[in-house]
């Protein structure tokens, strides 16, 4: 059984054996999230994400995969980097931010992570309503199979912990 936990706050602070990244395709830092992991990470993760773009990831990671690297500095053994879609209108893409998910924790699981923080995938720079982001997110998490012991959602503010909190309930 898998434990769903849910903190506010910043999850470059966490404690965990895997810490998600909401990142991007290019795999090489942006704002948010991502931004945040690499400054306090430190440069030991860029590293490893600039040998994947020179490897296996050539054109970058698609839309719903995940990809281990080193956690750096930070307090955690990997960090995940998966690439939500950015929010649609007009397409229905939630099944590839459900993809987000469950692939994050299958490599969770690949590398042996018991515990794994999760930012709220696609909710801030992608544009993904809180709300919706949220119910895919703890949905999809209880749907999925897994070795992973705990998983804790960190949101960085009232509103969205409101969001996963209400869903949980
Ligand atoms: N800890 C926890 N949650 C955070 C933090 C933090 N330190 N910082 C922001 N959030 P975002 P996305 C929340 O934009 O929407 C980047 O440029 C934020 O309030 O980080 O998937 C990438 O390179 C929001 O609820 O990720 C991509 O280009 C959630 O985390 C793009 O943004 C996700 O916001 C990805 O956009």
């Known amino acids: 059984m898998t434990t769903i936990t849910l903190v506010r706050g910043d999850i470059?602070?966490?404690?965990a054996d895997a810490i998600v990244n909401a990142a991007n395709s290019s795999?090489?830092?942006g704002g948010g999230v991502d931004g945040a992991?690499?400054?306090r990470g430190g440069p030991a993760i860029l590293e490893d994400c600039r040998k994947l773009r020179?490897?296996?990831y050539g054109k970058g990671l698609p839309t719903g995969q995940a990809v281990a690297t080193t956690a750096g500095d930070l307090d955690a053994r990997w960090v995940i980097h998966t690439v939500g879609p950015v929010w649609s209108a007009a397409e229905d893409r939630s099944g590839l931010l459900a993809s987000c998910?469950?692939?994050?924790?299958?490599?969770a699981e690949e590398v042996g992570a018991r515990t794994v923080a999760f930012p709220a995938v696609s909710t801030g720079v992608y544009g993904w309503p809180m709300d919706d982001g949220a119910r895919?997110?703890?949905e999809t998490v209880r749907a999925t199979d897994t070795t992973v012991e705990e998983v804790r959602f960190v949101l960085f503010d009232?509103?969205?912990y409101e969001a996963f909190d209400s869903v949980i309930r």
């Open 37 to 39: 992991i690499h400054r």
């Open 101 to 107: 998910y469950r692939e994050s924790l299958r490599v």
């Open 54 to 56: 020179a490897s296996h």
């Open 136 to 138: 895919i997110a703890v």
């Open 12 to 15: 470059t602070r966490q404690t």
């Open 158 to 160: 009232e509103r969205a």
């Open 27 to 29: 795999l090489l830092g």
